[in-house]
């Protein structure tokens, strides 16, 4: 609580200045198969992946410690390393026997068993039984530490709660340090998917040998000195790094095409009637969102130079449509600090491993600012999301109710709440809200707001 409260605090300290950084800035320049009725799940084979990781954990038991622990082979660090190719390479060959998700049959499956997105839909008063239909090739995923297991909980009794008991999907749990039992059976009580606990490998939870770790440690301290939040944080800045530009490529996320991202302690306040990740395989989403703000200006200095910097050399990368607007209130001179809040996010993991993708990321990586700076995750995907996929790609959930301290997405529009039987207080709804984005995301798409948005301002 006290740290929540604290935290609450610094938020809107940032939220103030980057609000007041926003407006002057404006002054100036005027930002996932399975069959009918039954899951079986993604078999996982630990097997097709030795020659890669040995260190990680795919099973449907838990690790041991020692496999936990178990060292890197020696010969494999190059390869678990190596992101300059293209995404086939992240695959195992028989990935195709897996149930990838395959449009055509989704689409004959969906006829039979059409998603219930409305009240009126077939299957919406089914809330109490196993969801009808297929699955997706999708899991959940957590990055987490043991000391958060109780937080962790709360989010997954939540997720199960108001969604998964019926739908059953996987959850993928990742650590930088092996998982200890209490944590694997706390979290494997409450899901009603198959989980799966990984060890990050060490070279992706670490500095790259291009880094200067003393200056690094200056900017720690003066950003301590400044108070800036996380400013302090070597760890912090391992979970960005990480979370930029590795969690998609652990070999437990190999198995999966979507991803669906919980963090510890927060909230969804509605029902989610229908599958969100069939929804973005039916819709040809590839990204998508419910709360969107501006980042703290001060972590991320030169992250709008790095970015245009990989434009100007990786000009094949740049999607035709994209949402630059979002980004950006000069044409892409500058970066008004708009990103999607990461701690949310449901997404395909196929396009984290694009190429377009990685050269983003290794393009970022090697300028140093996850360690020079404290560039988050939050940014990276964002403009990464913004860039390198075409508008319509990313999709904006009003109907999952969130909260993620100290932000909330409570739906728009009372009949909405309603039919989903949401426990938020819709005055606590950030969406449109002046240091909200998420406007900007609907002017830019042409997208009409939800009803009842005009009334909830400020
Ligand atoms: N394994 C591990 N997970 C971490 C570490 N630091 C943060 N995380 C996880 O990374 C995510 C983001 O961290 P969090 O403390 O929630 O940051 P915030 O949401 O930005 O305040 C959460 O899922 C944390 O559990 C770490 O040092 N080790
Ligand atoms: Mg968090």
Redesign the pocket.
């Known amino acids: 609580m006290a740290k929540g409260s604290t935290?609450l605090v610094r938020y809107v300290v940032f939220a103030v200045f980057t609000l007041t950084s926003a407006f002057s800035f404006q002054a100036l320049a005027l930002f996932y198969f399975v069959s009918n009725s039954k899951y079986n799940g993604v078999t996982v084979h630990p097997g097709d992946f030795k020659g890669r990781w040995d260190n990680s954990q795919s099973q449907d038991r838990a690790p041991t410690d020692q496999e936990q622990e178990a060292p890197l082979r020696s010969g494999s660090d190059s390869t678990a390393g190596d992101t300059s190719g293209d995404s086939s390479e992240y695959y195992p060959k028989d990935r195709e026997e897996w149930g990838v998700t395959s449009k055509a049959r989704i689409a004959e499956m969906g006829k039979q068993f059409p998603l219930a997105m409305n009240p009126n839909d077939p299957g919406w008063d089914n809330l109490m039984s196993t969801a009808p239909g297929p699955r997706m090739n999708a899991t959940f995923v957590?990055?987490?530490?043991n000391s958060?297991v109780y937080d962790i909980a709360k989010s997954i009794r939540q997720v199960e709660d108001r969604f998964n008991r019926r739908y059953n999907y996987d959850w993928v749990f990742l650590?930088?340090?092996p998982f200890d039992d209490t944590f694997k059976k706390v979290t494997s009580s409450l899901a009603s998917g198959k989980t799966h606990y990984g060890l990050i490998p060490k070279e992706h939870w670490s500095y790259p040998e291009w880094i200067d770790r003393d200056r690094a440690k200056k900017v720690r301290e003066d950003m301590k000195a400044r108070k800036i939040i996380y400013g302090d944080s070597v760890?912090?800045r391992?979970?960005c790094r990480y979370e930029s530009g590795f969690f998609f490529r652990h070999p437990l996320m190999l198995n999966y095409e979507y991803y669906w991202r919980v963090?510890?302690s927060i909230e969804l306040f509605c029902d989610v009637h229908y599958d969100p990740f069939r929804v973005l395989v039916e819709e040809d989403k590839k990204y998508s969102f419910v709360l969107s703000l501006y980042e703290y200006g001060e972590t991320i200095k030169t992250l709008w130079d790095s970015t245009k910097k990989f434009m100007k050399n990786h000009p094949e990368h740049i999607a035709p449509d994209n949402s630059l607007e979002f980004l950006s209130d000069d044409d892409g001179e500058t970066y008004n600090n708009c990103h999607f809040w990461s701690?949310f996010e449901i997404g395909s993991l196929d396009w984290l491993r694009s190429k377009s993708y990685i050269d983003f990321f290794e393009s970022l990586d090697k300028d140093g600012g996850f360690f020079y700076e404290r560039w988050g995750d939050a940014p990276v995907h964002s403009i990464a999301a913004g860039l390198l996929l075409k508008k319509d790609e990313i999709k904006f959930f009003n109907d999952i109710a969130y909260y993620?301290v100290p932000f909330t997405h409570c739906p728009t529009g009372e009949q909405t709440r309603l039919d989903l039987r949401c426990h938020c207080n819709p005055k606590d709804n950030f969406d449109w809200k002046t240091y909200s984005c998420t406007s900007r995301y609907f002017d830019l798409n042409g997208l009409k707001k939800p009803e009842g948005h005009d009334s909830e301002h400020k």
């Open positions: 935290r957590t990055l987490a530490r958060d650590n930088d340090k760890s912090y391992h979970m963090e510890p701690n993620h």
